[in-house]
C-alpha cells in the first residue's frame, strides 16, 4: 500500500506562484512513474504532468513553459512548480504514482492516462483569482 500526501495548494492571483509537494511512503520510490492531475468543478479529471524513474517529464499543452514537475527520490517527493498561474487552472490537484511496472518509460498517451495510476493523493485546493 502506498500512501500520498500532496500540500501547497492555496489562493493566489493570477501571475503568481505556487509549488506542489506530494511525499509517497515505501521505500520503492525512486523506480516508479509519479503525475500530476487536476479536477476543476463539474469538468472531468485532467492530465497536468509527470514524470517517469529517469527523470524525464511529460507536460500538458495548456501548462508547458509554465509548470515543472520535479522528483527529489531521497525525500520521496514529487514536485510541481506552477509560474504564471492563470484562473483557469483553477481546481483540486491530485498526485498519484503507477506502482505497477519498476523502471517504466512510458509515453506522454501512457503518462496521460488516469487508468495508469495505482495509488491516489486527498488533493489539495489551487485557487487564482483574476
Known amino acids: 500500500q502506498v500512501q500520498l500526501v500532496e500540500s501547497g495548494g492555496g489562493l493566489v492571483q493570477a501571475g503568481d506562484s505556487l509549488r506542489l509537494s506530494c511525499a509517497a511512503s515505501?521505500?520503492?520510490?525512486?523506480?516508479?512513474?509519479m503525475g500530476w492531475f487536476r479536477q476543476a468543478p463539474g469538468k472531468e479529471r485532467e492530465f497536468v504532468a509527470a514524470i517517469n524513474w529517469s527523470g524525464a517529464t511529460y507536460y500538458a499543452d495548456s501548462v508547458k513553459g509554465r509548470f515543472t514537475i520535479s522528483r527529489e527520490n531521497a525525500k520521496n517527493t514529487v514536485y510541481l512548480q506552477m509560474n504564471s498561474l492563470k484562473p483557469e487552472d483553477t481546481a483540486a490537484y491530485y498526485c498519484?504514482?503507477?506502482?505497477?511496472?519498476?523502471?517504466?518509460?512510458?509515453?506522454?498517451?501512457?503518462?496521460?492516462?488516469?487508468?495508469?495510476?495505482?495509488?491516489w493523493g486527498q488533493g489539495t485546493q489551487v485557487t487564482v483569482s483574476s
Open positions: 498519484a504514482i503507477d506502482n505497477t511496472v519498476t523502471y517504466r518509460r512510458g509515453t506522454y498517451d501512457y503518462w496521460a492516462e488516469h487508468e495508469h495510476y495505482d495509488y
Open positions: 515505501g521505500r520503492t520510490f525512486s523506480m516508479y512513474g
